[in-house]
């Protein structure tokens, strides 16, 4: 059973940082990409980034482009979110999944489809 735990959520002032955390099992955790999703009350959910099973390859939204950073670390089973330069419009609930097939999705990551596992997600609030 594949199981998602995000971790590092929380309230920062705008400008500041934030570093989130997502720990898998149940799965091969090197074989599949991984991305992060949030999502605004109100709001449908957005693409944050996603990651190739290696690491070597990535993709972001445009919102968090040259803020965020995403990466993993495939012997400890987990992956991380790098948010900085925080603004009020990142409140969110952030959540990580884990991609269905062994093959990159390359532009196709943003999509939500492409992703058979999520976590519960994690809060993170932007202030002014």
């Known amino acids: 059973q594949v199981q998602l735990v995000e971790s590092g959520g929380g309230l920062v002032q705008a400008g500041g940082s934030l570093r989130l955390s997502c720990a898998a099992s149940?799965?091969?955790?090197?074989?599949?990409?991984m991305g992060w999703f949030r999502q605004a009350p109100g709001k449908e959910r957005e693409f944050v980034a996603a990651?190739?099973?290696?690491?070597?390859?990535?993709l972001y939204g445009d919102s968090v482009k040259g803020r965020f950073t995403i990466s993993r670390d495939n012997a400890k089973n987990t992956m991380d979110l790098q948010m900085n330069s925080l603004n009020v419009e990142d409140t969110a609930v952030y959540s990580c999944?884990?991609?269905?097939?062994?093959?990159?999705?390359?532009?196709?990551?943003?999509?939500?489809?492409?992703?058979?596992?999520w976590g519960q997600g994690t809060q993170v609030t932007v202030s002014s």
């Open positions: 999944a884990q991609a269905g097939s062994i093959y990159w999705c390359g532009s196709a990551c943003s999509q939500s489809a492409v992703y058979h596992y």
């Open positions: 149940g799965r091969t955790f090197s074989r599949y990409a």
């Open positions: 990651i190739s099973r290696s690491g070597g390859s990535t």
